[in-house]
């Protein structure tokens, strides 16, 4: 049984850490996906004319 307990709190402790990165990576791509759609619409704006 001690050992089921151990097993439980690493799964437990791995999934802390798995939804803490996840949740980083996920904020990283939300903000790369915003900050392309500025590009994308202010880029007629900021081209020059030739």
């Known amino acids: ?6 097993a439980a709190a690493g799964v437990l402790l791995f999934l802390v850490i798995a939804i803490d990165f996840t949740s980083k990576l996920m904020s990283i791509l939300a ?3 915003l900050v392309a759609g500025a590009v994308v619409l202010l880029w007629p704006l900021l081209k020059k004319p030739k």
């Open 1 to 6: 049984m001690a050992k089921l307990r151990w």
């Open 31 to 33: 903000d790369g996906v």
